[in-house]
Nanobody, 123 residues
Framework: QVQLVESGGGLVQAGGSLRLSCAAS????????GGWFRQAPGKEREFVAA??????MTDYADSVKGRFTISRDNAEVLLQMNSLKPEDTAVYYC??????????????????WGQGTQVTVSS
């Protein structure tokens, strides 16, 4: 079993930066794909970024490319968010999935989820 706990959310002005951290427990986490999703009020949960077990492969939603960077270090998956915009406001969720064929973006592809951390970007 893998448990995920997010931290690092908060309130920031537009143009600012935040770094989210996802701490994982469970021996198998190092073999899993790690991902970040977000959900704004009244909207569906959407893919933000993902990274493979070695950190050598990453994927990003078009809306965050060039501004967000996903990385991992042992039992943590990090999301560095720069040049934040008000439309980035959402609850951000950490997720993990067993490597298998298929895209990394669908929420249903993920096996484990954290509880979420709020990110609010003021204009």
């Amino acid at each position: 079993q893998v448990q995920l706990v997010e931290s690092g959310g908060g309130l920031v002005q537009a143009g600012g930066s935040l770094r989210l951290s996802c701490a994982a427990s469970g021996r198998t986490f190092r073999t899993l794909v790690g991902g970040w999703f977000r959900q704004a009020p009244g909207k569906e949960r959407e893919f933000v970024a993902a990274i493979n077990w070695s950190g050598g492969m990453t994927d990003y939603a078009d809306s965050v490319k060039g501004r967000f960077t996903i990385s991992r270090d042992n039992a943590e998956v990090l999301l560095q968010m720069n040049s934040l915009k008000p439309e980035d406001t959402a609850v951000y969720y950490c997720a993990a999935k067993v490597p298998r064929l298929g895209f990394w973006s669908p929420t249903k592809a993920y096996d484990y989820w954290g509880q979420g951390t709020q990110v609010t970007v003021s204009s």
